[in-house]
């Protein structure tokens, strides 16, 4: 007790605590009470703060200094405890009195209390607690932008924001004026603005468009870029909208009118929405903030279009605060939620927007004119993104209009009277599910007659009636109305509810037990002949009446008492009343029900699907309530219907389009017929053909069943078609294709529409909902038409068509997001169970698209929550080597198959064979997969020290895995169909030995352990360091996937996603970080990088390393297959809970995980694995099928020591490593579950790593650049300057004698190959770049910046030679150093030097390349080359042959060590197939390499270095080369941080390049939002314009050709040089519609298609995201015969060229089959992308642009508005000016482009281009032209 301490305010306080304790507890009354002032330095292990203190009547504390509301007072007394904090006291009293405090840290404490639960109330002291805590939640949560980040950008406060908004808004009241919306557009950007009603900024109305015709119907909106229109008339066929512009206006579920285009094919009917006719208003959506644009926001759900919100007010105003910059675009504004559209908002909130980018936005839909192309909105909440359970649940309560469960008015309570009028029933009964409150319908059945062998029933179905005792219009009413239907869901570990009618009156109104309700009663005379199973039903009849129930059953109860026949003495009234036995009455219930079933469907099978887990052995009591509800509903529609035909309120689901129903069946039709569903077998009459496929599992609890002869359980797993692949895969299909259900309101009209108001799924030709009236209004207004029917009145006198209209409208919303808002909680709470341990489950492959696989789950509750986003992964996730499509031949044909091909590196670190230990195999094999064979082929790499010493053997096998399920002969499993009804309808126990057919079924096909003995057996014997898979596979529809289910990385309300997929025995793919790797293994919080100047060193590496590790987590996934290590023990960290931590307990890591491969492992296989600090790894627990605990982790290495010990045992040296691996992605959340797992040291599970290198290139660039400002490395006094931004304007010391050379030596200022002098402007540009340290120098196309380089590079060689003959003998020798992005821009250069060696003869240039490691490689066989994990090892690259006398690797083998590398070589290449090189002959021969370079670099004095700047960031580079300076060409190409890794050696820089050309291309669009794409050279250009000097004079284009881009990109500052001007051009006929400009765009309207796959047959791998343009190919093609046929033009001038990789392929095979290319060699056009162009120069250039849209898309601007959203989705990177310039650049003599002028003239460059073109008179109509000669 005296660890135990009471801390209060005052001394009145501790006094009557001490008094109660010695009075009433005495037996704690030895714990410490002390006061606030004397607590310093005490220590407790638990502490309880008492708030009580005096205030004044504001209620503010008298002792401030004292007060627990002081901050240090609060600080002191919460830290003097060692384990537990308890604060006692008035919560709103605490944060009154914190209002005087600029620090809220109760308001925090409260908050934190509320998240984790442990904030507690007594409801004796405060009887409307809940209503008080709800409004205390309100007070706490809703400033948590507070937490998210404390200050405001401005330097003025929130409330003066808030205050200048409202006075700007009272202004606009007080005078009177009456204000609305207006929209106005400038430079493809929309902005809203509030304006005065007679202010007009209207645009002109669309133009029209012709139509077929115009339909009414309902929107149903797939995806964003696609909507269905199913029109009313179910006779009309659905019609296709593509595009956002054509459905602007409207929602999903809206009733529009739409035009059905004049050319719409008759078999796909595409159109455009014309008009809302009834629109859902009252939305609301969670959105994000836009990054690039603060007053837009981004729907979470990815089908909507983005918001703007209302308004931007900063136009006009002014404030005497001087507040105008803090009221522009940027902040965010909050609006009151209760805002009514007509009178101004009230603004509640103000938010930057560097706090705005942490949150989430609800935001309320206001109006969406078709005029415009985005909605508008206003954002009425704003929450912090969180996991958590209580942030979600309020944020989705906002989204979807879930009002509290509360009624402010007072309202009368139930009261019910017999009344002896009306029948009493008293043998009903309630069957509901367990726990169930709101009680609404119960069922009786009385033996009237038994005679004559038959027996005659009397069917009760009783529905409380609500209408009686909820008055239309009364205030309960209204609020039942408002609210629509009860909400269900589970939050916080438990179930909530939100009753659509008040507690009170649920209870009263419940048919509970013994209590007398009123109802309506449905009743028909069931009778049943002797000897017959079948019912006949007549004499149906709704009537009112009143019950007493006698007994409450859950199914469970039901079930039990059906099947065991139980007797319960409590009901002997009802038995007596039933005149039958309770179990019998069960029972025939369950029989009507049946029957009911099959005369409903007209089917002789039965089939139900239970969605709630665990209940599936109380199917039938479910099955019996459902058909007797479904019946009840139908027997009501059928009534309102035919006595109010056209006020009748009906329930209907249209019939699937035929299309889709032909469609479905075609996909499916040979395993329907296995079906027990009604649904399906009613689509297909064909009989089934091939085996039924059965899960191993489902055989199990097939077996466990028959043991437990539980025959209920038994039949529902033979009959419930969501267990068995084939059946959930048509089922999944089938339910994918049906139209929603909806309420309807009957009239003459629609009655004559055949079918009009059927409902499809359930076979009835009217329905209506009735039976659920505490939960539905619908059901309260369907028994007031009862009661009108009833009391013999007619429908005008009770009921309006139009208010009817009206509120089938209004439920039909509430209806939908009432179930969206249930399902979003269920996938929270399933993502937030993933958070614990990942849920691992089969799944069924059902449809395979082209670019996604989509899944069904067997296990209900699963597949019921996830929706088909979370079902579907992307191919491209599964990062495979490669894929094609194929399709098998047999009776068996199944479409859209799709093979698969990996190469998997798999080791393990302890005994090689524990990864076959567990693995069933069906057979092991010696020999190789053949090309197009399907299975797994292990190479085996085991010590060949008898064969050859120092080697691994490979060892190839053949394995196939065992089948994940079994197949069932169609005789065996019709015979178990036929068996399985027989038990499903029946309500008698069967005894397992009458289910033959059954036992046989298990017996046959139930797997067995023995049978598998010999092929583990041959697995065991396979113990090899390393295997290596080459995996084959294809994916079918039907398949069987094992997946783990986690929690999404990417999506902003928490959601379940797919995890890991296992491919194969022990092989998983995560397809969490393929899909999304930067957020698995970097830091997403990004920052701009690019500034023109930092604070310090630290600031620069923090800003630039976070984009190089996200953009090199991209790379990485895609260029590396897996290297899989199983059996690794990794040691964690302290794990610590979060300071953020909420509703779950959860851990982060307090520091790095370590990994220590074993000394056994480091001998044998470390050759295999090569860590380097920035590689990734992906660590998976649970792997193993037993274990319990699964979950995936993703690391960054970011550390690693290497040491060497003495083995005591052998004496030898051996090598020790440790990793140091670090949580830096989005997900650092270890569960609590888990934690108890990692904390037990090494009794801790052993992981499967995927480890993932980093890529060569941003390895080499982030390791450098984290050396930049360290003390002791080799960095330059003048990188770290640049760095930093600061101006460098010393000479270059030696820049006289520089000069002075470029004056006296005409090869520095000739042209080496044409002997023509270079020009004043380049003279003047390297004049700068030898005098300056730093020295930019712009060269625009064709200005011969390459050739500048050159030259520069030869002065620097001459200068260096006089320097280095001054150095002392042991200094240095000093090179000029010269670098590019890429291998052929480096090239370039060497070339015009190679050309200039040739002229100087006996006195040439030391010239030295370095190539990469791969290059080498492709040339000269090296031991790692048979299993490197790279995917893509066959880049276009090759080293010239004039390079390769300069090239570093051709050197050393021709030189003193050449003969010993040539010998290992000749070993390695006769080896190459059989064996793989061992750690130390791989040494060896390294080491050699090693020292040959190095010895090569200290004999020869290199006057010139030529590499890329990421081989100039290599530790080669950095150890044996001494650069002077440094020239880097094309540097617009390279980032920043790569471009400063290459210089950082040099103090003399110059950056060659043109930043209006191509930039470096980054993959991850944060990163390049960011900045990754800017180079240093673009920074330094645009902020230090003097630094730069640019080339003016070109020597490539035409003057046509050249004009636009000099006016547009270079400021009209690029003029022609004299070799231009006096150059002979081609004369060509036909060509040229102006015959002096050849300058042409061809007009096309084409039609852009995705590419679809990517195969080893292709040239070279394609994005699955490129496109092509079919109709651009073929112009292309006909433009160059028109050149080459008809006027005579050498193939070898001609080039085709586009932006896109697919249409690039595309134009290939066009042009091949027209005879102008070929890829072996001779005449032949060429063909690249435009990124590979840049340097090249051609006699005449086609551009092909692809994309395209339909012209009645884009036709009209006005409809467009074409903002950055609109121009990126339809024209995308085309619109990019940099490739722009490249493109249209590149031609000496001719430029042709082909595009979509419509379409492209909405982009502002194109637009500009195709004007001047207009004006140049060059625009031709793509199908008159070419004019070919005859």
């Known amino acids: 007790l005296s660890d135990i301490c009471i801390i209060t305010a005052t001394s009145n306080q501790k006094q009557s605590i001490l008094k109660k304790l010695s009075r009433n507890y005495k037996e704690i009354s030895s714990v410490d009470v002390i006061n606030t002032y004397t607590m310093q330095g005490a220590e407790y292990r638990a502490v309880f703060l008492s708030t009580s203190e005096p205030m004044d009547e504001s209620g503010y504390s008298l002792n401030p200094t004292k007060s627990a509301c002081n901050r240090y007072v609060f600080n002191t007394a919460v830290t003097r405890a060692k384990s537990l904090v308890v604060c006692v006291g008035n919560p709103f009293l605490l944060l009154k009195m914190e209002e005087q405090s600029e620090f809220k840290c109760w308001k925090e404490y409260l908050k934190r209390c509320m998240e984790c639960s442990t904030f507690y109330h007594f409801d004796s002291i405060a009887p409307n607690s809940q209503s008080a805590i709800k409004e205390l939640q309100c007070k706490v949560f809703d400033d948590d932008r507070a937490r998210v980040n404390p200050t405001l950008d401005q ?17 606009f009241t007080k005078s009177g004026r009456k204000l609305k919306l207006r929209i106005s557009s400038l430079n493809q950007t929309t902005s809203w603005q509030l304006c005065e009603n007679n202010a007009t900024n209207e645009t002109d109305s669309p133009k029209e468009f012709i139509f077929k015709e115009t339909l009414q119907c309902q929107l149903v909106v797939n995806d964003f870029y696609e909507a269905e229109a199913i029109p009313l008339d179910i006779k009309k066929k659905t019609v296709k909208i593509i595009g956002l512009n054509n459905r602007r206006g409207a929602f999903d579920g809206d009733i529009v009118e739409v035009g059905v285009f004049e050319d719409s094919p008759r078999d796909s009917l595409r159109g455009k929405v014309v008009g809302v006719v009834e629109g859902s208003r009252d939305i609301r959506f969670v959105c994000k903030v836009d990054p690039r644009d603060p007053l837009s926001f981004l729907p979470v759900d990815r089908k909507t279009p983005k918001f703007k919100n209302l308004p931007k007010l900063s136009g006009s105003i002014r404030d005497e605060n001087s507040i105008e910059a803090e009221l522009k675009a940027k902040n965010v504004v909050v609006f009151d939620p209760e805002w009514d559209g007509e009178t101004l908002p009230k603004v509640v909130d103000v938010i930057p927007p560097s706090t705005a980018k942490n949150m989430l936005f609800v935001i309320k839909f206001v109006c969406w004119n078709l005029k415009y192309r985005l909605p508008l909105g206003i954002a009425i909440a704003a929450l912090p993104k969180s996991l958590s359970i209580f942030h979600s649940e309020r944020l989705l309560k906002l989204a979807h209009g879930i009002e509290d469960d509360s009624m402010s008015e007072p309202y009368d309570n139930i009261s019910i009277k017999q009344d002896r009028s009306l029948p009493l029933y008293q043998n009903a009964f309630t069957i509901d599910p367990e726990g169930a409150e709101d009680l609404d319908d119960a069922i009786s059945l009385e033996l009237v007659k038994s005679s004559d062998g038959s027996e005659v029933y009397l069917l009760g179905v009783h529905i409380v009636n609500v209408a009686k005792h909820v008055e239309n219009g009364s205030i309960v009413d209204k609020y039942a109305k408002n609210t629509g239907i009860s909400n269900y869901w589970t939050a916080e570990k438990r179930k909530k509810c939100r009753n659509m009618l008040p507690k009170e009156i649920c209870k009263g109104l419940s048919l509970l037990p013994n209590e007398l309700r009123d109802v309506f009663t449905i009743t028909m005379v069931c009778t049943k ?30 079930q039990m008492h059906m099947e065991k026949q139980v007797d319960i003495s409590s009901l002997e009234t009802l038995e007596k009343i039933s005149k039958l036995k309770f179990c019998n009455v069960l029972k025939q219930l369950y029989q009507i029900a049946v029957q009911m079933y099959k005369d409903r469907l007209e089917t002789s099978s039965i089939s139900y699907s239970i969605s709630e887990e665990g209940e599936e052995e109380f199917w039938q009591a479910h099955f019996l309530i459902q058909e007797l509800m479904i019946w009840a509903n139908s027997e009501v529609a059928r009534e309102i219907h035919s006595k109010f035909p056209c006020s009748a309120l009906l329930r209907r689901q249209p019939s699937p389009e035929d299309e889709k129903k032909a469609a479905m069946v075609g996909q499916h039709s040979l395993v329907v017929g296995y079906s027990h569903s009604c649904s399906l077998n009613s689509l297909v009459k064909t009989p089934p053909l091939g085996n039924m496929l059965v899960m191993p599992s489902t055989l199990k609890q097939i077996e466990e069943a028959l043991k437990k002869d539980n025959m209920a359980l038994l039949s529902y797993l033979l009959t419930n078609d969501q267990l068995y692949p084939q059946l959930a895969a048509a089922s999944a299909h089938l339910v994918s294709i049906q139209q929603r259900a909806e309420y309807c309101c009957t009239s003459q009209d629609l009655d004559a529409i055949t079918d009009f108001y059927r409902h499809y799924s359930l076979h009835l030709a009217s329905y209506t909902h009735f039976t659920s009236p505490i939960r539905r209004y619908i059901d309260i207004e369907v028994q007031r038409m009862l009661i009108a029917i009833l009391n013999g009145k007619t429908s005008e006198e009770c009921f309006d068509l139009a208010s009817h209209k009206n509120l089938c409208r209004f439920l039909n919303t509430r209806s939908r997001e009432t179930k969206l808002f249930e399902r979003k909680m269920d996938k929270t709470v399933l993502a937030l169970e993933c958070t614990s341990c990942s849920i691992e489950s089969y799944a069924f492959v059902t449809q395979i698209h082209n670019k996604s696989i989509e899944l069904s789950f067997p296990q209900q509750r699963i597949d019921k929550i996830l929706g088909l986003k979370e079902k579907k992964f992307s191919l491209k996730s599964l990062n495979s080597l490669y894929r094609k499509a194929i399709c098998s031949e047999g009776s068996e044909k199944k479409e859209n198959q799709k093979l698969f091909t990996w190469k998997i590196k798999m080791t393990s670190f302890e005994s090689p064979a524990s990864i076959f230990e567990s693995v069933l195999f069906s057979s092991v094999n010696e020999g ?177 390393e976070k984009l190089l590790i996200a953009e090199s987590s991209e790379m990485s996934v895609k260029e590396f297959q897996p290297i899989i290590i199983r059996d690794v023990h990794l040691k964690w960290p302290t794990l610590e809970v979060p300071a953020n931590c909420g509703d779950e307990l959860y851990y982060e890591p307090n520091g790095s995980v370590i990994m220590k491969p074993p000394a056994q492992f480091m001998k044998q296989s470390s050759e295999f694995f090569e860590m380097s600090m920035g590689d990734m790894v992906c660590v998976r627990y649970g792997v193993q099928p037993e274990s319990p605990n699964k979950a995936v982790y993703h690391l960054v290495t970011t550390a690693i020591t290497k040491t060497e010990k003495i083995n005591k045992d052998t004496g030898k040296k051996e090598e020790e490593m440790e990793v140091e691996m670090s949580f830096i992605g989005k997900n650092k959340r270890i569960s609590e579950q888990m934690a108890k797992v990692l904390r037990n040291g090494e009794q801790s599970p052993k992981s499967e790593i995927q480890f993932i290198p980093m890529t060569a290139s941003y390895q080499r660039t982030y390791r450098r650049i984290k050396t930049i400002g360290r003390n002791g490395c080799r960095v330059s006094h003048l990188c770290t300057q640049v760095a930093l931004g600061i101006e460098e304007n010393r000479k270059v010391e030696s820049h006289i004698k520089a000069l002075q050379i470029l004056k006296s030596d005409k090869l520095a200022r000739r042209l080496w190959k044409l002997d023509k002098p270079l020009n004043e402007v380049q003279l003047e540009a390297m004049e700068l770049a030898l005098e300056n340290r730093f020295q930019l120098i712009q060269g625009p196309p064709g200005t ?29 020798w000093h090179c000029v150093m010269y670098c590019g992005p890429s291998n052929k821009s480096v090239d370039v250069v060497l070339r015009k030097l190679d050309e200039l060696n040739e002229k100087l003869q006996g006195n040439q240039l030391n010239i030295l390349r370095i190539y990469a490691k791969v290059i080498e490689k492709r040339e000269f066989e090296g031991p790692e080359s048979s299993s490197s994990p790279h995917q893509d090892e066959t880049a276009d690259y090759v080293c010239p042959d004039y390079a390769k006398r300069y090239a570093l690797h051709h050197k050393i083998r021709d030189g003193p060590s050449g003969t010993r590398i040539k010998e290992y070589e000749k070993e390695f290449k006769s080896l190459a197939k059989k064996f793989v090189i061992g750690s130390q002959r791989r040494k060896e021969y390294e080491n050699c390499i090693a020292d040959a370079k190095k010895s090569l670099l200290e004999r020869e004095r290199f006057d010139i270095i030529l590499c890329t700047c990421n081989e100039a960031s290599g530790k080669f580079v950095e150890k044996h080369v001494f650069p002077r300076q440094c020239i880097v060409d094309e540097c617009g190409m390279t980032c920043e941080p790569e471009c400063l ?36 050279f673009q920074r330094y250009a645009e902020h230090f314009r003097e630094k730069c000097k640019t080339l003016e004079i070109q020597y490539r284009m035409h003057q046509a050709i050249q004009d636009f881009p000099s006016e547009h990109f270079y400021g009209s500052k690029l ?46 791998k394609v994005m699955l995201e490129s496109k092509f343009n079919s109709q651009e190919a073929a112009k292309a093609v006909k433009i160059a015969e028109a050149l080459h046929v008809d006027n005579k033009t050498p193939l070898d001038q001609i080039a085709f060229l586009t932006p896109y990789s697919a249409q690039e392929e595309h134009l290939k095979d066009v042009a091949k089959e027209a005879g102008l290319f070929n890829e072996d060699g001779g005449q032949s056009v060429k063909i690249c992308s435009i990124n590979k162009s840049q340097g090249d120069e051609f006699g005449f250039v086609i551009l092909s642009t692809v994309r395209s849209q339909p012209l009645e898309l884009i036709a009209n601007p006005d409809h467009i508005q074409p903002d950055l959203g609109w121009i990126h989705e339809n024209i995308g990177f085309v619109s990019d000016e940099h490739q722009i310039n490249v493109g249209i650049t590149r031609s000496k003599h001719g430029l042709f482009i082909i595009g979509n002028k419509r379409l492209l003239e909405y982009d502002y460059t194109w637009k500009k281009l195709l004007d001047h073109y207009e004006e140049e008179g060059c625009i031709v109509d793509g199908s008159r032209y070419p004019r070919r000669s005859s």
């Open 1615 to 1660: 003029r022609p040089g004299d070799f231009v001007k006096k150059r002979e051009e081609p004369k060509l006929k036909n060509v040229w519609p102006v015959p002096t400009k050849p300058i042409v765009f061809c007009n096309v309207v084409g039609e852009e298609g995705d590419n679809k796959l990517w195969s080893p047959g292709r040239r070279k």
């Open 928 to 1104: 190789e997969l053949g090309e197009d064979d399907e299975g797994i082929q292990l190479d085996a790499f085991c010590p060949a020290e008898g064969e050859k010493p120092g080697t691994l053997k490979i060892s190839s096998y053949r394995a196939t895995a065992a089948s994940k399920v079994s197949k069932i002969p169609k005789t065996t499993w019709m015979q178990v169909k036929t068996e399985a009804q027989k038990l499903a309808q029946s309500s008698t126990p069967l005894q397992a030995t009458q289910s033959p057919i059954i036992h046989s079924l298990l017996l046959d096909h139930l797997p067995k352990n023995s049978q598998s003995s010999q092929s583990n057996s041959v697995c065991k014997s396979l113990s090899f360091p390393l295997m290596v898979y080459y995996l084959k596979q294809t994916i079918n529809p039907y398949d069987l996937l094992k997946v783990w289910i986690t929690w999404s990385l990417r999506e902003e309300v928490a959601a379940p996603a797919i995890q890991l997929v296992e491919l194969a025995p022990f092989v998983h793919i995560c397809v969490q970080h393929n899909t999304h790797p930067a957020e698995c293994f970097s830091d997403t919080n990004l920052s701009y990088a690019s500034h023109r100047k930092y604070n310090s060193i630290k600031e620069y590496v923090g800003l630039w």
């Open 155 to 171: 330097s003025t406060s929130l409330d003066s924001i808030l205050s200048a908004y409202t006075k700007h808004l009272e202004k």
């Open 1541 to 1576: 890794s290459a210089i950082s050696l040099c103090e003399h820089v110059v950056l060659l390049g043109d930043h209006k050309q191509l930039q470096h291309v980054v993959d991850y669009r944060p990163a390049r939002i960011c900045g990754l794409n800017i180079s240093l």
């Open 529 to 558: 002949k002797n000897g017959q199973m079948t019912f006949s039903f007549s004499d149906p009849e709704v009537k009112r009446a009143q019950i007493k129930s006698q007994i409450q059953l859950t199914y469970k109860d039901a």
């Open 1344 to 1372: 011969g910046k390459s050739e500048t380089g050159a030259h520069l590079a030869y002065i620097f060689q001459r200068l260096n030679k006089e320097l280095n003959q001054q150095c002392k003998p042991n200094d240095h």
